[in-house]
Nanobody
Framework: QVQLVESGGGLVQAGDSLRLSCAASGRTSSIDAMGWFRQALGKEREFVAASSWSGGSTAYADSAKGRFTISRDNTKNTVYLQMNFLKPEDTAVYYC????????????????WGQGTQVTVSS
């Protein structure tokens, strides 16, 4: 089993930055990829970014390219999502997820999920 705990969400203004963290524990040796997803009120969960556990591969949603950066610190078993130039449409609950084999854009491909952290961007 893998446990994931997100932190770093909050209320910010448009144009501000936030850094989300996701700390993994348990059988972290089974993790091959980590992803960030978000779910706005009344909408489906959507892909934001993903990284291989080694950091050799990353992927971003079009909405995140150029503004968000996914990174990881394997010594701390932690993955980060640096979010810059935030927009009101970025408002959502952000979740991190882990899977055992390769990057995926599909939330159903991830077997482990954190509890989520709220990000609210005011205009």
């Amino acid at each position: 089993q893998v446990q994931l705990v997100e932190s770093g969400g909050g209320l910010v203004q448009a144009g501000d930055s936030l850094r989300l963290s996701c700390a993994a524990s348990g059988r972290t040796s089974s993790i091959d990829a980590m992803g960030w997803f978000r779910q706005a009120l009344g909408k489906e969960r959507e892909f934001v970014a993903a990284s291989s556990w080694s950091g050799g591969s990353t992927a971003y949603a079009d909405s995140a390219k150029g503004r968000f950066t996914i990174s990881r610190d394997n010594t701390k078993n932690t993955v980060y999502l640096q979010m810059n130039f935030l927009k009101p449409e970025d408002t959502a609950v952000y979740y991190c997820a882990a899977r055992a084999l390769g990057l995926s854009f599909n939330p159903r491909a991830y077997g482990y999920w954190g509890q989520g952290t709220q990000v609210t961007v005011s205009s």
